[in-house]
Nanobody, 134 residues
Framework: QVQLVESGGGSVQSGGSLRLSCAASGLTASRYCLGWFRQAPGKEREGIAG???????TYTESVKGRFTVSQDSAKTTFYLQMNSLKPDDTAMYYC????????????????????????????WGQGTQVTVSS
């Protein structure tokens, strides 16, 4: 049973930075993908970044060069470093986990142009709000 808790959201000016954290428990499979998603009012859920157990990362085009995903050595805490924030980044941000034991697990963990990638994630955190003002 996987539990995820996000933290670190807040309000910043355009061009500023935030680092989100995702504390994970129960993520013990030999392979997993930890993803970051966001959803703004009136918009569909968007997968933005992911990292697998080996540390390989992928990003959707809109955040490449600005956002960075990482994990600690114990692989129990995951981070989303967000730089050069824009008003369009305003959204509720979620972390989510998919692992090998899940029937819907996708080992590619590919967030590059994956419109429906969220469908493969079984466990979700409660979300943390990010607001970027101009």
């Amino acid at each position: 049973q996987v539990q995820l808790v996000e933290s670190g959201g807040g309000s910043v000016q355009s061009g500023g930075s935030l680092r989100l954290s995702c504390a994970a428990s129960g993520l013990t499979a030999s392979r997993y993908c930890l993803g970051w998603f966001r959803q703004a009012p009136g918009k569909e859920r968007e997968g933005i970044a992911g990292i697998n157990k080996e540390g390989l990362t992928t990003y959707t085009e809109s955040v490449k060069g600005r956002f960075t995903v990482s994990q600690d050595s114990a692989k129990t805490t995951f981070y989303l470093q967000m730089n050069s924030l824009k008003p369009d980044d305003t959204a509720m941000y979620y972390c989510a986990a998919a692992q090998k034991s899940d029937p819907n697990f996708n080992p590619s963990c590919n967030f590059d142009g994956s419109k429906y990638i969220h469908l493969g994630f079984r466990d979700w955190g409660q979300g943390t709000q990010v607001t970027v003002s101009s």
